[in-house]
Every structure is written in C-alpha cells, then in structure tokens.
C-alpha cells in the first residue's frame, strides 16, 4: 500500500464538523451581545430615569424647604404690619430681609384676593380670583410648585426656573389676614441635582458595563464548553476512543454511503486479527497492549489510499474498506498489509513482532449491504484462522513471536515461585590448581523439563522491566550462598554477572549495597565480583564509568567479561575502574596452535599485569590449552577442563576436597620434616 496522510490519525480526535461548529458558536455568541446589550440599555436606561426622577424630587423637597423658610423669615419681618390692618405694604422697606432670603420675588394678598404689597412694581391694587395657590393658601394650604415664568408675568428674559410658593399669614388669633406668594430661584438645585443625576447614572454604566464585561467571557466559554461537549459526545459516537478509527456504527453508515453513491465500482474489504494478542495482554499488561493496538491503526491510517475507510471493531480487529481502483489485487493487498505490520512494536519496553489474520474480500454485487459484506468478510477471516493462513510474522522470528512471550510468562511465573537456580563454575589458580573464586550462572528449567539456555532469556528479559527483579534475586541468592559458604569456612571470590541494561540503573548501587554491605573488618579483600561485558559500558560510558567506581569504592571487585570481543582497546582500560580482565574463549579456541592468538593473549596479559589486572583466561577445556596457558604467564583459568558450571554443593564439595588434599599435604610435610 502506498503512503499517504489518512484524515483520521489514531490516538489523535479528528476536528469533526469545525465549520459548522464554528458557526454555532458566532451565532450564539452574537445573540447573547445583542440580547444582553439591549437588555442592559433597557436596564441603564429604567435605572437613569427612576435616579432621575428621585434626584429631582429630592430636589423639589430641598427647594420647598429654602423656600418656606424664606416665607416664615418674610412673615415674621410684616407680621406686624398686616396685624394693624395696614392696606398697602412696601416691601422695599423690608428688602434686607428679603435679599438675605434669596426670594426673586414677592407678593402680598389680602384675604379678599387684592395685591397689597409687590416687589414688582405696577401690582399693587390688582384682584386675583383665578389662582389655585391663593385658593389654597386662603383654605389655610400652603402649596408649592416649579415654574418657568415668563415676561408677561414681569420676570426679566432668561429668568430660570423659579419655586413658587403659596403661604398663608395668620394672626395670632389663628385668623388668615394675608396670603404670601414668592419665587426662590430653582436653577441651582436644578444644577446640583443634574449633577448628581450624572454620577449616579455613570455609576450605573460603569457597573452595568462591569458586569458585562465579566459575564460575556463566562458565557462564552461556558458556550464554547457546552459545544466541545456536545461535539465530544457526538465523535465518541460515532468512534473509537483509543485509536481515533471509526467504530462499527460509524463504518456501517460510511460504507453504506459508498456503496450507494456508486453501484458500478467495487469496493474491497479487509479485516485485520491480531494472533495471539490476549496473551500480550495478560503478559504485559492492558496499556502495553493499548499501545500495540495504536501502533497498528496508526500504520494500517498511513499506509492507506486517503479515500479509505478504516475501523477499529472492537479488541484486536480492525476493518478497511478501500475503492477497487486503489489497490491492487486482493491477495496482493492482504499481502501489503502484512508487510506493513510486520516489523516489531515497542509495547512497555518490549519488541513484540505481532502475527496478523487478514480476510480481503470484493465487493460487486449492486444490492450488497454493509452488513451483509462484513458478515461475509467475517466467515472469511474464521477460514483465514482455521488453516492459519494469511498468517505473518517477522520473516527471520516467524517460528518465535508466541513462543516468546509464551517464555516471559513462563519466567514471570519462575521468578515469583522461586524455580530460578544458580549453578557455580570454579575459577583456578594455574599454578597451584586451587579453586579461588566462582562465577555464578543462572539457570532455568521448564516445567516440561527442558533447559533454557541463559543467552536465550536474557536478553529477552533486558526489554522488560523483570530484569531488575532477577537482578535482585541473582543478588539476594549469591549473599545467601557466600554465608553457607562462610559456615563451611570456605570464602572463595563469587562473581555476578550484571546485564547492559542494569548498569544504567541508578538503583543498582543501592540494590548491591543492599545485599553486600561493606564490612570494614573484613581482610579477605574483595570478596564479590561484579561481572560486566565492554558493550555495556561503551553504550553509555558517561553513566557506567562513575557508577563501577561507586561500586568499587564499596569493597565490591569488578570485571570486565569477554574481553576481545567488543570494540574496547587496551589503551581504554586505564581509564575503567577495573580489578579483572576476562579474556574471551575465542582466544583460547586456538591456543594450542595458532601462534597468532598467542602473541595476542601474551600482549593482553602484559598490559594487565601493568595496570595490575588479574587475568583470567575463560573456556580453557583441553591441557594442552592450559599448558599454553600457563606459558604465557595467565594466572587463573575456567572451564570445562576443570569443573562445569553447577548447583553450590558440588563447589562444596570440590573446595572441601581441597581442603583435604592440603591438609594431607600439608601433615606429611610435617612428618617428614620432623
């Protein structure tokens, strides 16, 4: 299948109709501007009218209050004159207190209605009968009122608005003898109350304008989360959630689509099963397995015609349907879809290569329905499975991908109960034939009873995160030993070998010091070997160097195994923390004759013996390989010729034997000294 961008990228949630729900959201948010702009005009607008109406009726009730007490101040200056029945009154005569009381203007009724006195000139004798106020006033009512006189009633042009007020003027005896009616100026209360009138309505839209302010983003964003919800819940619908594909629901309608639109193209079906996938599962884990499940929909999406359809059905099946013209033959396309599935896929850290069924069928027939093609589809793939063809696996590791994970199972299981062991192969002084040290070897056997070799599960192990929790038992089982040991009286050097993957594991300091804590009185130097290969420190030099020098500084001894074999030069190793170098057994293979390889082991143990190194040659198995040996001045060799690796007994066993023999020796040197 070629290459091509698929619009629906797994993992990832296709922005599903984002025109149309764009729009929406315009719509919404412009008819919640308008209905609440106009609900706040309508709103600032009552608030500023009702302000307004209070602020000048508070107004109103000020100026009525000047000027009443601008009356009784007038009325207590004439009270005298009108007393003594006087028929005109000059008010000039009283204009101190008339100015002192802000009063525009001022005239006097007698109770028969006449002027008799007027600050305006020309009033006087006058008879007024049409006025509600004197009516009022005469009754013994004071009334008040806002006027806008004019010059027909003798104010000056540009008089403002003036307070009118009609005031009865009582004797002592209770009897009204005159009535009063006089004009205060209104236009400073008038200003000061439109002053106010204008704080408080910019108050108001301020506040209004405020509240606004902060609701719009609110209802915004809550519009905007209400349509992702509803977007959300309309694509979770119609998808699968994990991988992004379309679901069953969804492929139906699409497919259907497709067939209707056009009857005469065929289109090709393809249904994709995982082989084996509850055991990746069960074995390591639901997200590991989530991940193998994207990692599959996102190669099945990229290697698909951009017109295709795909599905995820649900568990470890998947469906594409693709037009007739954009693809080749069925069987060349189910071929092309192995091919796209078959290198390995990092599921939590381990490179799983996945076996696939794949069922193609082609669709021509005009009525052909959705359900009907994958029903047909189905019993295909149920025939694909019966006689496992359309199988495929890594093309080098076909007959190992179930098996393999079949193995990490099986060793989880081992590890929990226990069923692990560790057998010893000894390491021998070639001078004196005594056994110094031992390097532990793991092993496993199945429950069928089949042996499975260390370089087979090891590096296996190295991609999961077991390798640690066999780390720690490796390491929990040999302190265990090292005191049976101790009991006996023996303290040989055990050796542990630690993989590439432990060495970059920061806890491993910790988890040896756990097990081997340094003793201070300890004289026997240093008791435990850490064994290491040169492809684990050159994969990340920067962080093993430090951490082999931390382990050192603990009293642990470490060495470097199968030398020769890596990329590592003699040059480099002064700049290890070593204690021991391991030379490889493809050196010793041709010992014996090659005098190629002995000019290189001598070279590699005189460069140790310089960096006071031990050196220990590995796979000695014939004595003619140990003679060579010991002529080129090697110190320690292992192998077959001297023990094959077993359970911690017979190491017992052998080092008790040697005791014995040394002990004899050592009585008939005795006895034949004395």
């Known amino acids: 299948m070629g290459h091509h961008e698929h619009p629906s990228s797994p993992g990832r949630r296709p922005d599903l109709s984002a025109v149309t729900m764009s729009g929406v959201a315009r719509r919404l948010t412009t008819r919640f501007v308008v209905t609440t702009a106009l609900t706040f005009v309508v709103m600032g607008g009552g608030l500023a009218l009702l302000v307004a109406h209070v602020v000048e009726r508070s107004a109103e009730d000020d100026a009525r209050d000047a000027a009443l007490l601008a009356a009784s101040l007038v009325v207590d200056e004439l009270i005298d004159d009108l007393a003594e029945g006087a028929t005109v009154i000059d008010p000039a005569v009283h204009e101190g207190v008339i100015t002192a009381s802000a009063i525009e203007r001022l005239v006097i009724y007698s109770p028969d209605g006449v002027v008799v006195g007027s600050t305006t000139a020309g009033l006087v004798g006058d008879v007024v009968d049409d006025s509600e106020g004197l009516e009022a006033a005469l009754r013994g009512v004071t009334t008040t009122g806002i006027d806008r006189p004019t010059a027909d009633h003798g104010f000056a042009p540009g008089t403002g608005r003036l307070m009118e007020v009609y005031t009865p003027v009582r004797a002592p005896s209770g009897e009204i003898i005159a009535v009063f009616e006089l004009y205060t100026s209104y236009e400073p209360t008038a200003a000061e109350a439109r002053r106010l009138t204008y704080v408080l309505i910019a108050v108001i839209a301020i506040g209004l304008s405020s509240l606004y302010a902060t609701l719009f983003p609110l209802v915004r964003r809550t519009s905007a989360n209400l349509i992702e919800r509803h977007r959300a819940l309309q694509w979770h619908a119609r998808h699968d959630t994990l991988t992004g594909l379309s679901n069953r629901d ?4 699409r497919l259907n689509d497709r067939l209707r639109s056009d009857r005469n193209r065929p289109v090709i079906l393809a249904m994709v099963d995982i082989a084996g996938f509850r055991e990746v599962n069960e074995l390591l884990g639901h997200d590991a397995a989530d991940e193998v499940l994207v990692e599959v929909s996102r190669r099945l999406v990229a290697a698909a015609p951009p017109s295709a359809i795909i599905a995820r059905f649900g568990g470890d099946e998947f469906v594409l349907a693709v037009d007739g013209g954009t693809v080749p033959p069925p069987d060349v396309f189910a071929t092309s879809i192995e091919d796209t599935l078959v290198e390995p896929i990092d599921a939590g850290g381990v490179d799983i290569t996945i076996e696939v069924h794949v069922a193609v069928l082609a669709i021509h027939l005009p009525e052909t329905d959705a359900k009907d093609s994958l029903r047909r589809l189905d019993t295909v793939l149920g025939k694909v499975k019966a006689s496992r063809s359309g199988a495929l696996t890594a093309r080098d ?44 070897l793991l092993r496993w056997t199945l429950r069928n009873g089949e042996a499975i070799s260390p370089g087979e599960f090891i590096p296996m192990l190295e991609r999961t995160a077991l390798i640690r929790p066999l780390t720690r038992w490796v390491l929990s089982r040999v302190a265990d030993d090292r005191r049976r040991l101790h009991v006996r009286g023996f303290d040989p050097r055990l050796c542990v070998n630690l993989s590439t993957r432990s060495l970059t594991d920061r806890r491993l300091v910790d988890d040896v010091a756990e097990f081997f804590p340094r003793d201070p009185s300890n004289d026997s130097g240093r008791p435990i070997e850490l064994e290491l290969t040169e492809t684990a420190i050159l994969r990340n030099p920067e962080m093993v160097i430090p951490l082999l020098a931390d382990l050192r500084a603990r009293g642990l001894s470490i060495a470097l195994d199968d030398f020769g074999t890596g990329q590592s030069s003699l040059s480099q190793l002064r700049q ?51 003679d060579v040996a010991r002529s080129l001045g090697c110190e320690i060799g292992q192998g077959y010729l001297f023990a094959r690796p077993a359970p911690l007994e017979s190491l017992i066993e052998r080092l008790r034997d040697e005791r014995e023999m040394a002990n004899r020796l050592s009585g008939r040197i005795e006895r034949h000294s004395g």
Not at 406 to 430: G, I, K, N, R, W
Not at 588 to 609: F, H, K, P, Y
């Open 250 to 253: 969804d492929f139906h309608d």
């Open 397 to 440: 590791t076909k007959p190992r991908r179930i098996p393999r994970l079949t193995l990490l199972s099986e060793f989880q299981s081992a590890l929990l109960a226990d069923d692990l062991e560790l057998h010893y192969q000894p390491m021998v002084s070639l001078e004196t034939g005594e056994t110094i040290g031992a390097e532990a």
């Open 576 to 626: 290890l923390p070593l204690d021991t170098l391991k030379i490889d057994r493809a050196f010793v293979r041709d010992l014996a004759t090659s005098r190629a390889a002995q000019v290189l082991v001598q070279a590699i143990v005189e460069v140790a013996g310089q960096l006071e190194l031990a050196v220990v040659l590995e796979g000695i198995e014939t004595p003619d390989e140990l």
